[in-house]
T-cell receptor, first 111, second 113 residues
Protein backbone atom coordinates (compact mmCIF):
# COMPACT_ATOMS: atom_id res chain seq x y z
CA UNK A 1 0.00 0.00 0.00
CA UNK A 2 0.88 3.63 -0.35
CA UNK A 3 -1.37 5.23 2.24
CA UNK A 4 -0.12 7.98 4.49
CA UNK A 5 -1.98 8.41 7.76
CA UNK A 6 -1.86 11.80 9.46
CA UNK A 7 -2.92 12.74 12.96
CA UNK A 8 -4.44 14.69 14.49
CA UNK A 9 -6.93 16.14 12.04
CA UNK A 10 -7.34 19.24 14.22
CA UNK A 11 -4.78 20.64 16.66
CA UNK A 12 -5.39 23.60 18.93
CA UNK A 13 -2.47 25.06 20.85
CA UNK A 14 -1.71 28.18 22.83
CA UNK A 15 0.59 30.78 21.30
CA UNK A 16 4.17 30.14 22.33
CA UNK A 17 3.71 26.42 22.90
CA UNK A 18 4.87 23.70 20.53
CA UNK A 19 2.75 21.70 18.10
CA UNK A 20 3.37 18.19 16.80
CA UNK A 21 1.88 16.41 13.82
CA UNK A 22 2.47 12.74 13.22
CA UNK A 23 2.37 10.66 10.05
CA UNK A 24 2.85 7.01 9.25
CA UNK A 25 3.42 5.38 5.88
CA UNK A 26 3.02 1.87 4.54
CA UNK A 27 5.63 1.49 1.83
CA UNK A 28 9.03 0.72 3.31
CA UNK A 29 10.62 1.89 0.02
CA UNK A 30 9.47 5.47 0.68
CA UNK A 31 12.49 7.74 0.85
CA UNK A 32 11.29 11.33 0.55
CA UNK A 33 9.01 13.03 3.07
CA UNK A 34 7.89 16.62 2.42
CA UNK A 35 5.62 18.81 4.51
CA UNK A 36 3.30 21.39 2.98
CA UNK A 37 1.55 24.34 4.61
CA UNK A 38 -1.69 25.71 3.21
CA UNK A 39 -2.96 29.03 4.53
CA UNK A 40 -6.66 29.89 4.16
CA UNK A 41 -7.56 30.63 0.55
CA UNK A 42 -4.06 29.79 -0.64
CA UNK A 43 -2.35 26.86 -2.32
CA UNK A 44 -0.12 24.37 -0.49
CA UNK A 45 3.55 25.33 -0.25
CA UNK A 46 6.54 23.23 0.74
CA UNK A 47 7.94 24.25 4.14
CA UNK A 48 10.42 21.49 4.91
CA UNK A 49 11.36 18.02 3.70
CA UNK A 50 13.53 15.14 4.80
CA UNK A 51 15.08 12.25 2.90
CA UNK A 52 15.63 8.75 4.18
CA UNK A 53 19.35 9.24 4.74
CA UNK A 54 18.52 11.58 7.64
CA UNK A 55 16.71 11.16 10.95
CA UNK A 56 16.30 14.82 11.86
CA UNK A 57 16.18 18.13 10.07
CA UNK A 58 15.59 21.60 11.44
CA UNK A 59 14.93 24.96 9.87
CA UNK A 60 13.40 28.20 11.16
CA UNK A 61 11.41 26.84 14.09
CA UNK A 62 10.47 23.61 12.30
CA UNK A 63 11.82 20.20 13.17
CA UNK A 64 11.09 17.01 11.27
CA UNK A 65 11.93 13.57 12.61
CA UNK A 66 12.02 10.34 10.64
CA UNK A 67 11.88 6.84 12.13
CA UNK A 68 12.28 4.44 9.21
CA UNK A 69 11.98 1.35 11.36
CA UNK A 70 8.56 2.42 12.63
CA UNK A 71 7.67 4.01 9.27
CA UNK A 72 6.79 7.17 11.08
CA UNK A 73 7.68 10.83 10.62
CA UNK A 74 6.64 13.98 12.39
CA UNK A 75 6.65 17.76 12.23
CA UNK A 76 7.28 19.84 15.31
CA UNK A 77 6.65 23.56 15.37
CA UNK A 78 8.35 25.29 18.27
CA UNK A 79 7.14 28.57 19.78
CA UNK A 80 3.95 28.68 17.70
CA UNK A 81 2.60 32.02 16.52
CA UNK A 82 -0.82 32.98 15.12
CA UNK A 83 0.78 33.01 11.67
CA UNK A 84 1.39 29.28 12.02
CA UNK A 85 -2.36 28.68 11.93
CA UNK A 86 -2.95 26.77 8.71
CA UNK A 87 -3.54 23.34 7.22
CA UNK A 88 -0.48 21.12 7.18
CA UNK A 89 0.01 18.09 4.93
CA UNK A 90 2.61 15.39 5.22
CA UNK A 91 3.53 13.29 2.21
CA UNK A 92 5.72 10.36 1.19
CA UNK A 93 7.36 9.29 -2.06
CA UNK A 94 9.37 6.26 -3.15
CA UNK A 95 11.25 7.23 -6.34
CA UNK A 96 7.95 6.98 -8.12
CA UNK A 97 6.52 9.71 -10.27
CA UNK A 98 4.21 10.98 -7.56
CA UNK A 99 3.84 11.60 -3.84
CA UNK A 100 1.15 10.43 -1.47
CA UNK A 101 -0.43 12.98 0.84
CA UNK A 102 -1.92 12.60 4.30
CA UNK A 103 -5.39 14.03 4.89
CA UNK A 104 -4.08 17.14 6.61
CA UNK A 105 -3.98 18.71 10.07
CA UNK A 106 -5.77 21.96 10.80
CA UNK A 107 -3.54 23.84 13.26
CA UNK A 108 -5.14 26.60 15.29
CA UNK A 109 -2.83 28.78 17.39
CA UNK A 110 -4.78 30.66 20.03
CA UNK A 111 -3.41 34.05 21.15
CA UNK B 1 9.67 30.60 -7.52
CA UNK B 2 7.98 28.23 -9.92
CA UNK B 3 4.99 29.66 -11.73
CA UNK B 4 1.84 27.60 -12.16
CA UNK B 5 -1.34 29.30 -13.30
CA UNK B 6 -4.88 27.95 -13.52
CA UNK B 7 -8.01 29.11 -15.25
CA UNK B 8 -10.75 29.71 -14.57
CA UNK B 9 -10.41 30.47 -10.87
CA UNK B 10 -14.09 29.88 -10.26
CA UNK B 11 -16.63 27.96 -12.30
CA UNK B 12 -20.30 27.14 -11.89
CA UNK B 13 -21.96 24.56 -14.09
CA UNK B 14 -25.02 22.35 -14.03
CA UNK B 15 -25.26 18.59 -13.75
CA UNK B 16 -24.36 17.06 -17.11
CA UNK B 17 -22.39 20.11 -18.15
CA UNK B 18 -19.03 20.10 -19.89
CA UNK B 19 -16.11 21.72 -18.07
CA UNK B 20 -12.47 22.21 -18.96
CA UNK B 21 -9.95 23.33 -16.35
CA UNK B 22 -6.65 24.66 -17.64
CA UNK B 23 -3.21 24.66 -16.11
CA UNK B 24 0.01 26.15 -17.40
CA UNK B 25 3.50 26.01 -15.91
CA UNK B 26 6.43 28.01 -17.22
CA UNK B 27 9.27 26.27 -15.45
CA UNK B 28 10.08 23.51 -17.90
CA UNK B 29 8.91 20.85 -15.44
CA UNK B 30 8.19 17.48 -16.96
CA UNK B 31 5.70 16.36 -14.32
CA UNK B 32 2.26 17.86 -13.89
CA UNK B 33 -0.60 16.79 -11.66
CA UNK B 34 -4.29 17.40 -11.06
CA UNK B 35 -5.60 17.11 -7.50
CA UNK B 36 -8.95 17.71 -5.90
CA UNK B 37 -9.22 18.93 -2.34
CA UNK B 38 -12.24 18.19 -0.19
CA UNK B 39 -12.74 18.61 3.53
CA UNK B 40 -11.68 15.45 5.32
CA UNK B 41 -9.90 13.99 2.30
CA UNK B 42 -6.91 16.22 1.83
CA UNK B 43 -5.36 16.25 -1.65
CA UNK B 44 -6.41 13.40 -3.90
CA UNK B 45 -4.64 12.75 -7.18
CA UNK B 46 -6.88 12.57 -10.24
CA UNK B 47 -4.43 12.33 -13.16
CA UNK B 48 -0.81 13.16 -13.83
CA UNK B 49 1.61 13.34 -16.71
CA UNK B 50 5.34 13.22 -17.26
CA UNK B 51 5.40 14.91 -20.62
CA UNK B 52 3.48 16.07 -23.64
CA UNK B 53 1.14 13.35 -24.84
CA UNK B 54 1.57 11.26 -21.68
CA UNK B 55 -1.21 10.56 -19.18
CA UNK B 56 -1.16 8.53 -15.98
CA UNK B 57 -4.15 7.58 -13.86
CA UNK B 58 -4.25 8.75 -10.26
CA UNK B 59 -6.33 7.60 -7.32
CA UNK B 60 -9.71 9.16 -8.14
CA UNK B 61 -9.92 9.24 -11.96
CA UNK B 62 -13.59 8.31 -12.45
CA UNK B 63 -15.51 11.00 -14.29
CA UNK B 64 -12.36 12.85 -15.35
CA UNK B 65 -10.28 12.94 -18.48
CA UNK B 66 -7.04 14.83 -18.90
CA UNK B 67 -4.79 15.84 -21.73
CA UNK B 68 -1.22 17.15 -21.79
CA UNK B 69 -0.90 19.05 -25.04
CA UNK B 70 2.54 20.58 -24.47
CA UNK B 71 5.15 20.56 -21.75
CA UNK B 72 3.51 23.69 -20.36
CA UNK B 73 -0.20 22.86 -20.61
CA UNK B 74 -2.29 20.27 -18.79
CA UNK B 75 -6.08 20.19 -19.04
CA UNK B 76 -8.68 18.46 -16.88
CA UNK B 77 -11.94 17.57 -18.60
CA UNK B 78 -15.30 16.88 -16.98
CA UNK B 79 -17.57 15.82 -19.83
CA UNK B 80 -20.70 15.07 -17.76
CA UNK B 81 -20.26 17.01 -14.56
CA UNK B 82 -21.96 15.72 -11.41
CA UNK B 83 -22.53 17.40 -8.03
CA UNK B 84 -19.99 15.00 -6.49
CA UNK B 85 -17.34 16.80 -8.54
CA UNK B 86 -17.94 20.05 -6.70
CA UNK B 87 -14.52 20.68 -5.24
CA UNK B 88 -11.36 22.78 -5.17
CA UNK B 89 -9.00 21.67 -7.93
CA UNK B 90 -5.25 22.20 -7.81
CA UNK B 91 -2.76 21.72 -10.56
CA UNK B 92 0.88 21.17 -9.65
CA UNK B 93 4.19 20.67 -11.38
CA UNK B 94 7.49 19.26 -10.23
CA UNK B 95 10.84 17.98 -11.37
CA UNK B 96 11.74 15.21 -11.09
CA UNK B 97 8.53 13.39 -10.32
CA UNK B 98 7.80 12.69 -6.69
CA UNK B 99 11.27 13.42 -5.40
CA UNK B 100 11.21 17.18 -5.34
CA UNK B 101 9.06 20.19 -4.52
CA UNK B 102 5.58 20.23 -5.97
CA UNK B 103 4.57 23.75 -7.03
CA UNK B 104 0.84 24.29 -6.86
CA UNK B 105 -1.31 26.63 -8.86
CA UNK B 106 -3.79 28.96 -7.15
CA UNK B 107 -6.68 26.51 -7.51
CA UNK B 108 -10.02 26.42 -9.31
CA UNK B 109 -13.20 26.28 -7.30
CA UNK B 110 -15.86 24.31 -9.18
CA UNK B 111 -19.52 24.18 -8.24
CA UNK B 112 -21.79 21.70 -9.99
CA UNK B 113 -25.47 22.42 -9.40
Amino acid sequence: GEQVEQLPSILRVQEGSSASINCTYENSASNYFPWYKQEPGENPKLIIDIRSNMERKQTQGLIVLLDKKAKRFSLHITDTQPGDSAMYFCAASNNNNRIFFGDGTQLVVKP
Amino acid sequence: EAAVTQSPRNKVTVTGGNVTLSCRQTNSHNYMYWYRQDTGHGLRLIHYSYGAGNLQIGDVPDGYKATRTTQEDFFLLLELASPSQTSLYFCASSEPGGQDTQYFGPGTRLLVL
